[in-house]
């Protein structure tokens, strides 16, 4: 069963269609996701292995290329993977990757378990924009005076923008503690764009004031 929830973060209102069952009951995914996820059991009829490093991982191309622009064009156009049916995936945990996998097989994530910034990075990687929306609503209360300025960068440079939304405003909100951070000088000098949507910020919480 899905709902919609709506976000609102300041000005901004996005509409996220969010599965409510992305960490999933006991007693597991039912009806289609189930049918799915047993699929991904059935080893011996996945036709394309995922390398990372020395962990090999097996899938099967239909589901990936359902699932992910990025694995569509890579099976259906003349690239290497389409004739080898070998994925290299770089810069990315085993861990984290095998819960990627999961959400494509099944629409759900039954346990982040602290990982979701690197499944948020796969996520954007391979272009499953539903998975990218679930890890930036689970990294929301997670962001803090003492990672804020890491959290702008990291969802400026995926395109995470409601996760870039609600660092803005914990930014703003505790603005004379973020300056006075370590990272504050770096942060200016490197990211003035940043620093300007900061600045945008604080103008629109005036106004609301």
Known sequence: MCASHLVQLNEMTLLA?????????????CGPCADWSRLRAMQELA????????VAIPAHKLVLCARSPVFRSMFTLNFKEAKEMVVHVKDARPE???KFLEYLYSGQVQDFEQ????ILLIADRYQVEDLKILCQ???FDKVNTSNVLETLVLADKVNAQLLKKNALSVAVDNIGVVMASPSWKDFHREHNGLVDDMLKEASLKKVEE
Not at 47 to 54: A, C, K, N, S, Y
Not at 115 to 118: K, P, T
Request: proline share 6%.
């Open 17 to 29: 269609r969010v599965s409510t069952h992305y960490r999933c009951a006991p007693c597991g995914p």
């Open 47 to 54: 036709e394309v292995t995922l390398l990372l490093g020395d």
């Open 115 to 118: 990982m979701e910034l690197q």
């Open 137 to 139: 609503i689970e990294m």
């Open 96 to 98: 984290a990757f095998d």
